[in-house]
């Protein structure tokens, strides 16, 4: 077996090293883009979590009612700004290694560091089928 072996130019390896961290940084902001307008602008939640029945709803305080239900207060659909600050903190903490959706194990109702700090919640919209009958305007 042959290896080849290259001397390694210190300075190009560091300019290579800052074009990678430019390109990572602009990876990240489009990726806060991204979440941001889903969020905000898509119904609170992005393609995934509207395939699972998810949705991003701002919350302020969260009372355990019945085991896995839980009263969320406000519960209104996330601002822009809102939207920013949680997917800010999201992205920007996963990238310098802080993995802080493992905050969920540690706070109430399974919520994340940038969820609190946000002042939002991940839910599941359940629509049952009895509601859908019930007329909205009795007579």
């Not at 300075?11 to 961290?21: A, F, G, H, I």
């Not at 355990?64 to 903490?93: D, G, H």
């Not at 509601?131 to 305007?137: C, E, I, K, N, Y």
Request: glycine fraction near 4%; include cysteine; charged fraction near 15%.
């Amino acid at each position: 077996m042959h290896y080849i072996v290259e001397e390694i130019d210190e300075d190009t390896s560091m300019e290579d090293l800052q074009k990678m961290m430019v390109v990572a940084l602009i990876y990240r902001l489009l990726v806060c883009f991204y979440e941001i307008i889903c969020i905000w602008g898509a119904g609170g939640a992005t393609p995934g979590k509207f395939l699972l029945g998810l949705r991003v709803v701002t919350c302020d305080t969260s009372v355990l009612i019945a085991p896995n239900r839980v009263l969320v207060i406000p519960s209104s659909n996330v601002s822009i700004t809102t939207s920013t600050i949680r997917a800010l903190i999201k992205n920007f903490s996963i990238a310098s290694f802080f993995p802080a959706f493992i905050t969920l194990l540690f706070f109430q109702h399974n919520r994340t560091a940038y969820d609190i700090v946000a002042g939002t919640i991940v839910m599941m919209f359940i629509i049952s089928i009895e509601l859908l009958h019930t007329p909205l305007v009795s007579e």
